[in-house]
């Protein structure tokens, strides 16, 4: 039943789009506390990577239906339409950097939820996501005890996690998430010229923010 909380805990967190611990640290914590054979292991990772893709996957479908559908003003619309455009043209590339992205210890939310924004498909980032998250997961659970020692995953009572350092990063990211909306991506592909797009978001009545 624990494990079965915590799967569901993964699954909220990566709904969240900052602000939330990274998924491997629980991972961590599962590696460190359960004492499970390899083979058990392994198959919670895979789950773990399971319910943390569900989560993104809602992060981005939410960001395409509350920020794309109700907040963005056409012309924004249009803007990111045009780097949907050149993202479909590079599918590999995309799905290839996702997979790269995924293999790392980085927090993926504001990724997602740029992605979200360009109404792709979901399996171009979700597949190569979640074959990067089941393998790194796994590499986190099994270096639960180095991992505890050497970062202090388990003092989480300390608030050393919630330091400057890192609501700094946080913020940084959520800046790229709007540079990625106010950037002239069309100017970029086509003239090579940097240029941001002057307004961006709509006037919204509450009954089109109901609907």
Same mark, same amino acid.
């Given at each position: 039943?624990?494990?079965?909380?915590?799967?569901?805990?993964?699954?909220?967190?990566?709904?969240?789009?900052?602000?939330?611990? *990274?998924?491997?640290?629980?991972?961590?914590?599962?590696?460190?506390?359960?004492?499970?054979?390899?083979?058990?292991?392994?198959?919670?990772?895979?789950? =773990?990577? %399971?319910?943390?893709?569900?989560?993104?996957?809602?992060?981005?479908?939410?960001?395409?239906?509350?920020?794309?559908?109700?907040?963005?003003?056409?012309?924004? %619309?249009?803007?990111?339409?045009?780097?949907?455009?050149?993202?479909?043209?590079?599918?590999?590339?995309? =799905?290839?950097?996702?997979?790269?992205?995924?293999?790392?210890?980085? *927090?993926?939310?504001?990724?997602?939820?740029?992605?979200?924004?360009?109404?792709?498909?979901?399996?171009? =980032?979700?597949?190569?996501?979640?074959?990067?998250?089941?393998?790194?997961?796994?590499?986190?659970?099994?270096?639960?005890?180095?991992?505890?020692?050497?970062?202090?995953?388990?003092?989480?009572?300390?608030?050393?996690?919630?330091?400057?350092?890192? %609501?700094?990063?946080? %913020?940084?990211?959520?800046?790229?998430?709007?540079?990625?909306?106010?950037?002239?991506?069309?100017?970029?592909?086509?003239?090579?010229?940097?240029?941001?797009?002057?307004?961006?978001?709509?006037?919204?009545?509450?009954?089109?923010?109901?609907?």
């Amino acid at each position: 039943m624990a494990l079965i909380a915590i799967l569901i805990v993964i699954l909220v967190m990566n709904v969240v789009p900052a602000f939330m611990p *990274p998924t491997w640290m629980l991972l961590s914590l599962v590696g460190y506390y359960f004492h499970i054979s390899d083979i058990s292991l392994v198959i919670f990772s895979i789950m =773990a990577a %399971i319910a943390a893709t569900a989560g993104r996957s809602i992060l981005a479908l939410l960001s395409k239906k509350i920020i794309r559908n109700k907040l963005l003003n056409e012309t924004a %619309i249009q803007n990111i339409d045009a780097l949907k455009d050149g993202i479909e043209k590079r599918k590999v590339f995309t =799905a290839g950097f996702f997979l790269l992205f995924a293999f790392s210890p980085f *927090p993926s939310g504001q990724l997602f939820l740029a992605y979200g924004l360009t109404s792709l498909k979901l399996w171009i =980032a979700t597949v190569p996501f979640f074959i990067g998250r089941a393998v790194s997961y796994t590499f986190w659970a099994y270096s639960a005890s180095e991992v505890s020692e050497r970062l202090d995953v388990l003092n989480l009572q300390s608030g050393s996690y919630f330091s400057t350092y890192f %609501i700094l990063a946080q %913020i940084v990211a959520f800046m790229m998430v709007y540079l990625f909306i106010k950037l002239d991506w069309q100017a970029l592909f086509v003239e090579h010229k940097i240029r941001f797009v002057k307004k961006i978001i709509k006037k919204i009545d509450k009954e089109t923010f109901i609907k």
